[in-house]
Nanobody, 120 residues
Framework: QVQLVESGGGLVQAGGSLRLSCAAS????????MAWFRQAPGKEREFVAG??????VYADSVKGRFIISRDNAKNTVYLQMNSLKPEDTAVYYC???????????????WGQGTQVTVSS
């Protein structure tokens, strides 16, 4: 069982930066693939970025602007978001699964989400 708690969301102007954190419970954090998803009002939840032990995957919409990383000693995954745009406004969710990174919703564990709002 894994419990995930996101933090770091907020209001930022376009062009600014934010860093999201996701703290995970459990002693086997390092074996889980972690990912960030987001859901804007009226839209479906979409994959943003994922990280396994050896690789990272990004959605085309954030490639070059967002960086996903993890600190296994702290049971935490991060999402550094740079050059933010108004279209990045959404609730951001942390997710975990066993296995490879997938951009689908096939993750067994989800956090409650943190709001990110980018003003123009």
């Amino acid at each position: 069982q894994v419990q995930l708690v996101e933090s770091g969301g907020g209001l930022v102007q376009a062009g600014g930066s934010l860093r999201l954190s996701c703290a995970a419970s459990g002693r086997t954090f390092s074996r889980y693939t972690m990912a960030w998803f987001r859901q804007a009002p009226g839209k479906e939840r979409e994959f943003v970025a994922g990280i396994s032990s050896g690789s990272t995957v990004y959605a085309d919409s954030v490639k070059g602007r967002f960086i996903i990383s993890r600190d296994n000693a702290k049971n935490t995954v991060y999402l550094q978001m740079n050059s933010l745009k108004p279209e990045d406004t959404a609730v951001y969710y942390c997710a975990a699964r066993e296995g490879m990174v997938t951009p689908t919703m096939a993750y067994g564990y989800w956090g409650q989400g943190t709001q990110v709002t980018v003003s123009s």
